[in-house]
């Protein structure tokens, strides 16, 4: 299967879940998955894209200034995907969105920075 045949299940599948109509930062694309990021900060879309994919692991990093979460799962078309978004270090550290996370802990800080 081509990458640009995996793309289109990713299109496809973002459309269906109707989260395809936002910006993402930065994309790449090989044979096995495709990854991309998406705008700084962002992590209501992040739990968007998390919310619809299959066996994803959800992991935090924030070891300085700038952090970021990352999800790995799979579409309904059995394609792998990678989804990443940066944020503030320091703002990862403090939600507690470091280390191996359930989805329920980033959903949770999400509401809480819209909130404020």
């Known amino acids: ?21 936002h910006a993402i930062k930065q994309f790449a694309a090989n044979a096995v998955r495709i990854s991309f990021l998406l705008p700084d900060q962002d992590t209501g879309l992040f739990v968007k894209w998390a919310r619809h994919l299959d066996d994803e692991r959800i992991t935090g990093f924030a070891a300085g200034p700038i952090g970021h979460l990352h999800v790995r799962g799979r579409i ?11 944020h503030e270090g320091q703002w990862l550290r403090t939600a507690g969105l470091v280390g191996p996370l359930e989805l329920g802990e980033v959903e949770q800080a ?5 909130a404020a």
């Open 110 to 114: 999400a509401r809480k920075a819209v």
């Open 1 to 21: 299967m081509t990458t640009l045949h995996t793309l289109l299940h990713v299109v496809e599948h973002a459309e269906r879940w109707r989260i395809g109509d």
């Open 76 to 86: 309904m078309s059995g394609h792998t995907i990678d989804v990443s978004v940066l």
